[in-house]
C-alpha cells in the first residue's frame, strides 16, 4: 500500500494559483504537479471555515448545519461518525497530523482516528476550553490578549511552516510504513505573514499595516481598490511562501514516493462582495461565492495524470484516498475519480438560517441567500455580478429541484429562509 500525505492549506482560493490561471506566479511547485498529475478545475469546498469543510473530507458527509461553533458539539459529531484516519489505520497505516488550526484540533475531535496528532496548543485540557470558550462569546479583550500572545510569539495558529518542518520529518523517520500524513499550514490564513526571503509582491510595511487594517474592515466598510491590491499582494506573498514547504518536501520525501495531495479547505474574500476573510466570530462572511468556495485541488504522483473540469466536492476526499490506495470505500460520498454528476452542493449557516448552493461547471445557483435565488454563468460572468434567475427560468427550475431535494433529505425545510 501507498503512503499518502495530505496537504492542506487554509484559506486558498483557485483563482490565485498560477496553474489556475493566475497572472502571477504563486505555486510554481504546485503547477509542476498539476502538469504531471491530476487536477481538478471546479473543486468546491465542502462547506466554509475550517471545521465544516474539513469534517466533510474526512468523513464523506457534510458537517451539520449549526452556527455555534462548540467544541463539544463537533466532538459529538465526530463520535458519530467514521473517519477517514480510522479506516487506514484499520488497513495498517501509520497515521499522523500537524495541524496548527484551533478549530480543527482536538478539541473539535479531529484527532479521532490519528495515532499522533500535534495540534499546538499549549493548554491542556479544562483551562483551553474555558479560554476557547470565551473567545467565541465574542469576548474581544480575550480574543485580543490571546491573539496578541501567539502573533508576537508565532506560536499556535501563528506558527510559520520552518519552526515545524523538522518535527514532520522525524515522524516519517519513526514510523512504519505505509503511512498517512495530514499537514494543514496556516501561513496562508490571516494574517498574512511571509518572511522577508519570499516578500515579493508586498512590503514589510504592507504586511503589518494591511493585517491590522483587516481587522477594522466588515460587510459596510470596505477598502479602495489600490487598498485591496496591497492586501493582495501581502496574501499572494504567503501563498509563495507556502508553495516553498511543498516543494522542499518533496524533495525530502523522494525515497518514501507517497501520493500527494494538495487541496484547500475553502478560499478567502477580498471584498469582492463586500467582505474580507472567511467568516469569522466578528465578521460573518457566510456566503456562497466563488472566492470562499472554489478551491485548489491537485493528485500527484499516484500514476493518474490530466484535468477534469466537472465539479467535485471535497467530501469526496475519503474514498478518492481509498480507491488509489486500492480499498474500497464504504464512506457515503463518491469519489473524485468516479464521479459522474455534473453538478455538487455547498451549504452554510447563518443565524439559524442555511443557504445552498449548486454548483455545475459554468452554472450556479444559490437558495436562501438573498431575499431571492441566485443564478450566475460563471463562464461569462465569474465574478458572480448578474444574477440571471429571470432570464433563464427552466435551468433555474432545475437548479432549484436540486436544491430542494437536498433540503429535503438531509436539512428540514424549517432552516430555510428566502422566497424560492
Ligand atoms: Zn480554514
Redesign the pocket.
Known amino acids: 500500500m501507498r503512503s499518502v500525505v495530505l496537504i492542506t492549506l ?2 486558498v482560493r483557485a483563482d490565485h494559483c498560477s496553474f489556475m490561471g493566475y497572472r502571477r506566479k504563486t505555486t510554481p511547485t504546485i503547477d509542476r504537479m498539476a502538469r504531471k498529475g491530476l487536477y481538478f478545475e471546479n473543486a468546491i469546498a465542502a462547506g466554509i ?2 471545521p465544516t ?1 474539513m469534517m466533510g473530507a474526512f468523513t464523506g458527509e457534510f458537517a451539520p448545519l449549526i452556527d455555534e461553533m462548540s467544541p463539544e458539539i463537533w466532538r459529538i459529531e465526530f463520535a458519530k461518525r467514521k473517519t477517514l484516519g480510522q479506516v487506514l489505520s484499520g488497513f495498517g497505516y501509520s497515521t499522523g497530523a500537524f495541524v496548527p ?1 484551533v478549530f480543527a484540533s482536538r478539541y473539535f475531535g479531529f484527532n479521532k482516528g490519528f495515532q499522533f496528532f500535534h495540534d499546538f496548543l499549549k493548554d491542556k485540557g479544562k483551562i483551553y476550553e474555558k479560554i476557547f470558550k470565551l473567545v467565541l462569546r465574542n469576548s474581544k479583550i480575550a480574543f485580543a490578549i490571546r491573539s496578541s500572545v501567539s502573533y508576537l510569539l508565532r506560536r499556535e495558529a501563528f506558527t510559520p511552516w520552518e519552526k515545524y518542518y523538522d518535527k514532520i520529518i522525524r515522524w516519517i523517520e519513526k514510523v512504519k510504513e505505509p503511512f498517512f500524513l495530514w499537514v494543514l499550514l496556516m501561513d496562508t ?1 490571516y494574517p498574512y505573514l511571509a518572511p522577508r526571503k519570499f516578500r515579493k509582491w508586498g512590503s514589510f510595511w504592507d504586511m503589518y499595516y494591511y493585517n491590522w487594517k483587516l481587522q477594522h474592515v466588515n460587510f459596510e466598510d470596505r477598502l479602495c481598490e489600490k487598498e485591496k491590491q496591497r492586501l493582495i499582494n501581502v496574501y499572494d506573498d504567503s501563498l509563495r511562501y507556502t508553495d516553498e514547504f511543498i516543494r522542499r518536501f518533496l524533495k525530502d520525501l523522494e525515497s518514501y514516493d507517497p501520493v500527494y495531495i494538495i487541496h484547500s ?2 478560499g478567502e474574500g477580498f471584498g469582492e462582495h463586500g467582505y474580507y476573510m ?1 467568516g469569522f466570530v466578528r465578521n460573518k462572511a457566510v456566503c456562497l461565492y466563488e472566492e470562499l468556495i472554489h478551491i485548489p485541488l491537485v493528485i500527484y504522483n499516484a500514476d493518474i495524470g490530466g484535468k477534469i473540469s466537472t465539479p467535485v466536492s471535497l467530501s469526496g476526499l475519503s474514498p478518492t484516498i481509498l480507491e488509489i490506495i486500492g480499498k474500497t470505500s464504504e464512506f457515503p460520498s463518491e469519489s473524485f475519480l468516479s464521479n459522474n454528476s455534473a453538478w455538487v452542493i455547498v451549504r452554510t449557516i447563518e443565524s439559524g438560517r442555511a443557504k445552498i448552493a449548486v454548483r455545475m461547471k459554468n452554472w450556479k445557483y444559490i437558495l436562501g441567500q438573498k431575499d431571492v435565488d441566485e443564478l450566475y454563468n460563471l463562464r461569462k460572468d465569474p465574478k458572480e455580478r448578474e444574477n440571471l434567475i429571470h432570464e433563464h427560468p427552466r435551468l433555474a427550475d432545475e437548479m432549484r429541484k436540486i436544491a430542494k431535494s437536498h433540503i429535503k433529505r438531509e436539512i428540514g425545510a424549517s432552516k430555510m429562509g428566502g422566497k424560492s
Do not use: L, P, R, V
Open positions: 487554509d484559506s471555515g475550517t469543510s488550526n490564513h479547505d475553502h472567511h
